[in-house]
């Protein structure tokens, strides 16, 4: 028999651990056929045939070591010593930790729903009026309770009142209705909700003593990049630690004023992994028996994601330029959430997100955590995300002043989980009432939408990156090569759907609302320029882009794992056909990267949009199938059928057809709408039936959909 192996490293997963080790020197008298791990406790086993090897079935929570043997023709040997203890885990996503939810007033009590368990886990949650001027910032956690609302704003004490937040739930919170955070149906709100967790958040409440180094114990699990701090019981302003500041230790500025950082004294923070240090009676922080809550955010500290190295928060700061062109700030993942300071002189704070407006090109609604300010829906353009950070696009001293310094904190955009469902990523809605006010359903974010009257018109594309909120709502039309006109009818400010801001009329639209996804979907902005690839964020290799220019006439350039490239724009075959694979020679597609197309099909300065679709297990399908002129099954690996279908013949010409289950994809009626064409959709045919795997092809479908021998791309959504 062979002898023990020499055991490695185990790393915990998900419910499972991967073990590595060497082969042993003695081998026996053949040749070693397979290896086996073996859990302790639980004898749960792997096996494989070389280094390492993955055992699954493991218990999350579960401490384990792993010893492993190596068998050949002869029989199993000995065991090696056993491993390092390892405890397998859920990934955590940013998405289980925080949430910007928007939500209107009503004349009673309610409860926000943003599964988010605050309840259970702990954390924080603020709130803002985003449309009435006067009414305060509220920000209530459970360290204090959620009654005792303290104002970011103003230096006022907490104030006990459960008209604003009554109750903390395992999936949000719950309201009262004092106008600050519930008022008449008129009034417009923002939600924060901040959940405890290593390397993200925490919050915690402490007693001054009036000296100057009491040591405040925290469980972030990390080196804090910020700390806003304030007295609960006493007028006093909020003192915030950030890492950004000239000496970070020594430094202090405040959240509920325009003044510029502050040196006072030296170590006053003293901030490790696990405490910080009140060192300031006479400053705010540790005045002899006042009660503090202090919030804690962490930077860069990884801890998330499927490899758990993944960072959701960075507390950083940048120099600015004074240009429109301004300091490009590398995050390493797209922010959702954005506070900034000027730190080097006087002014406001100013608060970003992308439910209310964080956009490449539309409007950046500003809010002001120092004011009780409403919510500055006009500024157009001022900064902009990027799918590994932001940039600053004013010349505003605010915010990009020349030579001035600045600090921020941003937490990363989510979704990181990949999809298990598809309803919670695409809904298709048949609507006729298109009433200033009337909220389109669908599900709770909306990232991009596509809509087509029933009757002849053209379809409108728009979505949150580049910006469809207030009076700026950016629109492109997939039968035309034009540019993006304005037609401010449409608000994706909003949750679970999509609201209507101006009367449009009485004609059926469809709608087919998508939301970014890991894996699932994707979009990027960005400026031609170089032969540097393009980051993404869908996390896999893309199977179907979409380009398209937003300032100029040019086509919508399609690229998928086939010959050539198309236009949606055309019903024309796939162009450039025999130049090579459209992902692979023009996309040059990679799980991170795409090509900007320069001097390729885009020319340099040209502004673009692209669109990334691919493969989810049960949700979603890219793929290729070959007409045969007769019935024939797609199988795309659904369980329950199709609920948006779009074909497209590439080997000779084809109209783009589209297929969604509001309209009804039946037996006997399948209406449907070309995405390359303005007409009416059309009714009354059968050409195809959704069915559990997938969708059926018909024998009475067009050769523009089932030509014998022609090459098709789809995509389905189930």
């Not at 325009?258 to 006053?268: F, H, L």
Request: hydrophobic share 35%.
């Amino acid at each position: 028999n062979p002898g023990a192996p020499t055991i490695g490293t185990a790393t915990a997963g998900d419910a499972s651990a991967s073990v590595t080790f060497t082969a042993p020197t003695n081998t026996g008298q053949s040749a070693i056929t397979s290896y086996t791990v073996t859990s302790s406790p639980g004898g749960v086993t792997g096996t494989g045939a070389s280094s390492p090897i993955t055992v699954s079935g493991l218990t999350n929570g579960t401490a384990y070591t792993f010893t492993v043997t190596a068998t050949n023709a002869t029989g199993t040997g000995p065991a090696s010593a056993a491993s390092n203890s390892v405890t397998p885990a859920a990934p955590n996503y940013v998405e289980q930790v925080f949430s910007t939810w928007l939500y209107k007033g009503t004349t009673s009590a309610q409860t926000i729903t943003n599964n988010i368990n605050i309840s259970g886990n702990g954390g924080a949650v603020w709130i803002k009026c985003r449309n009435t001027a006067g009414e305060p910032h509220v920000l209530v956690d459970t360290a204090r309770g959620a009654p005792n609302a303290l104002r970011p704003n103003a230096a006022d004490a907490s104030v006990n009142d459960a008209n604003r937040v009554s109750a903390f739930t395992t999936s949000g919170f719950s309201l009262g209705t004092d106008g600050e955070t519930n008022g008449g149906t008129s009034k417009t709100y923002t939600s924060w909700t901040f959940r405890k967790q290593t390397k993200f958040f925490d919050v915690v409440t402490y007693t001054g003593n009036g000296a100057t180094n009491q040591t405040i114990s925290h469980n972030l699990g990390s080196t804090p990049g910020c700390i806003i701090v304030k007295a609960s019981n006493d007028v006093n302003g909020w003192y915030i630690y950030h890492r950004g500041l000239t000496t970070p230790n020594n430094y202090t500025i405040y959240l509920s004023a325009t003044a510029a950082e502050n040196n006072t004294g030296s170590n006053v923070w003293n901030v490790t992994s696990t405490t910080f240090q009140a060192n300031q009676p006479s400053l705010d922080s540790n005045k002899n028996g006042i009660n503090y809550v202090a919030y804690i955010f962490a930077h860069n500290a990884g801890g998330f994601g499927t490899s758990g190295n993944d960072n959701v928060i960075s507390c950083g700061s940048y120099s600015g330029n004074g240009s429109s062109d301004g300091p490009i700030i590398d995050l390493g993942y797209e922010p959702q959430w954005l506070l900034i300071k000027r730190a080097s002189g006087a002014a406001n704070w100013e608060l970003y997100d992308t439910m209310r407006g964080f956009t490449n090109g539309g409007i950046d609604a500003t809010l002001f955590p120092n004011l009780a300010d409403a919510e500055n829906a006009g500024n157009a353009g001022v900064l902009r995300p990027l799918a590994t950070g932001f940039q600053l696009t004013s010349t505003s001293i605010t915010r990009n002043g020349s030579g001035n310094t600045y600090i921020y904190i941003a937490i990363r955009r989510g979704p990181m989980a990949v999809p298990t469902d598809a309803t919670k990523v695409y809904t298709p809605v048949l609507n006729s009432d298109f009433t200033d006010g009337v909220v389109i359903p669908g599900q709770p974010t909306v990232d991009v939408s596509w809509s087509k009257g029933t009757s002849a018109n053209q379809m409108r594309i728009f979505d949150r990156l580049r910006g469809a909120t207030a009076s700026i709502v950016w629109t492109l039309y997939p039968d035309s090569s034009g540019s993006q006109g304005n037609e401010a009818y449409w608000g994706l400010d909003q949750q679970n759907g999509v609201r209507i801001t101006s009367t449009i009329g009485t004609i059926p639209y469809v709608n087919y609302f998508f939301s970014r996804a890991a894996g699932f979907f994707d979009e990027v902005c960005f400026t031609v320029s170089g032969s540097v690839p393009l980051r993404h964020n869908l996390t896999v290799r893309p199977e179907l882009v979409i380009y398209k220019t937003r300032t100029t006439t040019d086509s919508w350039w399609t690229c998928a794992d086939v010959n050539g490239v198309g236009q949606i724009e055309s019903n024309g075959a796939f162009v450039f056909t025999g130049s090579g694979n459209g992902l692979t020679n023009f996309a040059q597609a990679t799980s991170t990267t795409i090509s900007n197309l320069n001097g390729v099909l885009l020319s340099s300065g040209n502004n673009v949009v692209a669109y990334l679709f691919a493969t989810v297990a049960g949700v979603s399908k890219v793929g290729l199938y070959t007409g045969t002129g007769a019935a024939q099954t797609i199988n795309c690996g659904f369980a329950a059928g199709v609920r948006f279908v779009l074909i497209k013949r590439t080997d000779s010409t084809g109209d783009w057809y589209l297929f969604n289950s509001a309209s009804g994809i039946t037996s006997g009626n399948d209406p449907y709408i070309l995405l390359n064409s303005a007409a009416a959709q059309v009714t009354g045919t059968n050409y195809i039936n959704t069915t559990a795997v997938g969708f059926d092809i018909t024998g009475a479908a067009p050769a523009a959909i089932n030509a014998n021998g022609g090459t098709f791309l789809f995509l389905a959504i189930a």
